[in-house]
């Protein structure tokens, strides 16, 4: 995905781009007889006369030449646009901005670390984005115990200090994605995030065997308290949800507001 000075993508764009080679090999033909399938072969052709009206030059297939500043993203699984296509794109873009995201497939929601480096850009692209960010987003994730989504809190200490949360638990949750929560423990407060959209951590704290803290949701309807209790190599953790009034109670998962109301992490590293 390419942002520009020019303007920014939107719908119309990415379905037209990926309408572009399509039409050349698999629009429906022109006198298909099935009414049904009519309004689809008029969308084909319209792509068509407005991405591909006719051959075009030579000199129109160079790559662009400017200093415009421009922000270029790519997915670390993008089957589109390649990073042999994103080097080509970029040759002559003599102020280009190039990221790519751990885990993320083609044209991924501005959300998390990804939608930081476009709101940088945005408010100031004659300056790179802060891009540190990149080097927290989890991988993608291989399911080799399940296939239930789980959520997974990473906990460190910092310095030479120690916490008997450290390491890595693994919670099953009742719906929704996967979601990776790093925790840093200093004494008794604890700081972090939810790494999948950069959600910050609140109000940590670690009481003996008990660990506490909050977050919000991605629109800000609800707050989540998290209140876990170590025994062995298992926390026992509650969850409760405090929505706005006239707030989204959300759905199922780590982030809604309905069900889940306990999970218990296990150790697994």
């Not at 399940?146 to 916490?163: D, I, L, R, Y």
């Not at 009034?245 to 982030?255: D, E, S």
């Not at 507001?257 to 590293?269: D, I």
Request: charged share 20%.
């Amino acid at each position: 995905m390419v942002w520009s000075l020019h303007g920014v993508p939107s719908g119309a764009w990415s379905n037209a781009m990926s309408m572009a080679p399509i039409t050349a090999r698999q629009s429906p033909p022109c006198d298909t007889p099935h009414p049904a399938f009519q309004t689809i072969a008029d969308d084909f052709r319209e792509h068509c006369d407005l991405w591909l009206p006719k051959p075009t030059r030579q000199a129109d297939q160079r790559p662009i030449v400017s200093e415009i500043p421009t922000l270029v993203l790519h997915g670390e699984f993008d089957p589109m646009d390649t990073r042999t296509t994103q080097k080509r794109m970029t040759a002559k873009l003599t102020h280009a901005y190039t990221y790519t995201f751990p885990g993320e497939s083609h044209a991924g929601p501005p959300l998390g670390c990804h939608g930081s480096i476009v709101q940088q850009f945005l408010e100031n692209p004659t300056r790179a984005p802060d891009s540190s960010c990149l080097a927290r987003m989890p991988g993608i994730q291989f399911k080799t115990r399940g296939f239930e989504p789980t959520v997974t809190f990473v906990m460190s200490a910092k310095a030479n200090a120690s916490t008997p949360f450290g390491g890595s638990w693994e919670a099953t949750l009742g719906g929704g994605p996967d979601w990776t929560i790093q925790l840093d423990a200093e004494g008794t407060l604890v700081r972090g995030m939810v790494l999948d959209q950069l959600l910050p951590i609140s109000e940590g704290t670690i009481d003996g065997a008990t660990l506490s803290f909050k977050m919000k949701s991605p629109d800000g309807a609800r707050t989540i308290t998290f209140t876990g209790r170590l025994q062995n190599d298992e926390i026992s953790f509650t969850r409760d949800v405090e929505v706005v009034p006239g707030g989204n109670p959300g759905g199922p998962g780590l982030l809604g507001g309905t069900s889940l109301r306990v999970l218990t992490a296990k150790r697994v590293r």
